[in-house]
């Protein structure tokens, strides 16, 4: 079939949704891959490498679209790609649903097959293209860097002649993927590290990377997570016990980085003001929350703040795509694990397993209408 990988047009938007690897594999596998120009300019990858790996690079959107029966992105098409769309193609991509249900039902009237990267399964078999995970690893990997940077002291323990430098304390509030990876990256750097979550499970989890674990343990806390690993919601009176908590632990910290996201939900608020005001001067907050309103209600996306009491905080809106090439990569190589379930193993033709789970799970629109579950009922 005829693949087409588009240029990102949203704003600071560094992926790509191919690599040399996966298109060389892409084109052995007997798929036409048509990219269009400068789509990898941001992530090391200019056009020639794809030539090489057997792609055809067209002059924009339009001519790479003609004729496509699958389009691969990193962000949901915008409004006027989506007219250029074939009808009957599919789209895979990092589509935010719940950020723009109007843009779901205009693919769903265009004939679209629309298929999310955040819906893929939470299952054993998925986890190869689980775009979400892949992503949020170097999101947290990132995040401490980021933090590290603006501190502005050092982060390990350092005994010099004129005298020692003091570890630097960090706090990681939630324990998924990207949590879990800050937690590791802050400890490699030499920090003394603490962690939060809700859900029970990443107690152990966060003690075997050597951080200690911080949380109200009652009986609420026990029944905290998800069939799909998720942290619920919880209740007023367990957020107000934790947030006492939490609140003492933060004014002695020098780095606290937030990761608590809840799909379809606006992020949970982790560090209010208050806590922010108590905060050592020279200290920083970074916020991986920001797109879906922050954890940290003081956080802008794209900006840094520093508050009045000389609080650093930092809410960057993509972290993945300020490590363009890998994440890229990643991405990719999970669209490619992602392609058998799209494709006919005789003619190689674009056909979505529509009775596979996992396709069931990330199916936005088919047939004119939009499929999903979440998007109907809400």
Request: proline share 5%; net charge neutral.
């Amino acid at each position: 079939m005829r693949i087409a990988i588009l240029k990102e047009t949203r704003d600071k938007e560094t992926r790509v949704a191919a690599s040399p690897e996966t298109v060389k594999k892409l084109v052995a596998a007997g798929h036409a891959l048509v990219i269009e120009a400068g789509a990898g300019d941001h992530a090391a990858t200019p056009d020639s490498l794809f030539v090489s790996a057997g792609a055809e690079i067209t002059k924009d959107a339009k001519a790479a679209l003609k004729g496509a029966e699958l389009v691969l992105k990193v962000r949901r098409p915008s409004a006027e790609e989506l007219k250029l769309v074939p009808k009957g193609a599919g789209v895979v991509a990092f589509w935010n649903p719940h950020g723009d249900k109007a843009l779901i039902e205009e693919a769903a009237k265009a004939g679209i097959i629309a298929l999310s990267m955040e819906f893929t399964p939470r299952i054993t078999r998925a986890q190869a293209m689980d775009a979400l995970s892949s992503q949020a690893n170097l999101a947290g990997y990132r995040a401490v860097i980021e933090g590290a940077a603006l501190y502005g002291r050092g982060f390990p323990m350092m005994m010099t002649a004129a005298g020692t430098v003091a570890a630097a304390k960090c706090f990681v509030m939630g324990a998924g993927v990207a949590g879990l990876q800050a937690i590791a990256t802050a400890r490699r750097l030499g920090a003394i590290v603490t962690a939060t979550d809700v859900r029970p499970a990443s107690k152990e989890q966060v003690a075997s990377l050597g951080a200690k674990f911080i949380a109200v343990e009652d009986d609420e806390f026990k029944a905290a997570e998800t069939a799909a690993g998720y942290a619920k919601p919880m209740s007023a009176e367990y957020q107000a016990k934790q947030a006492i908590l939490v609140g003492e632990h933060i004014a002695k910290q020098d780095v606290v980085i937030t990761t608590a996201l809840i799909p379809g939900r606006p992020a949970p608020v982790l560090v209010t003001p208050q806590m922010v005001a108590k905060m050592k001067p020279g200290s920083v907050v970074i916020d991986l929350a920001v797109e879906q309103g922050g954890n940290c209600p003081l956080s802008k996306a794209d900006e840094i703040v520093v508050t009045d009491n000389g609080v650093t905080i930092a809410g960057f809106a993509n972290l993945p795509g300020r490590l363009a090439a890998d994440s890229s990569a990643l991405y990719a190589k999970n669209l490619l694990n992602l392609l058998p379930l799209l494709t006919d193993e005789a003619s190689k033709g674009f056909a979505p397993h529509f009775d596979d789970d996992i396709i069931k799970g990330m199916l936005l629109t088919r047939d004119g209408a939009v499929v999903h579950p979440s998007l109907i009922s809400s």
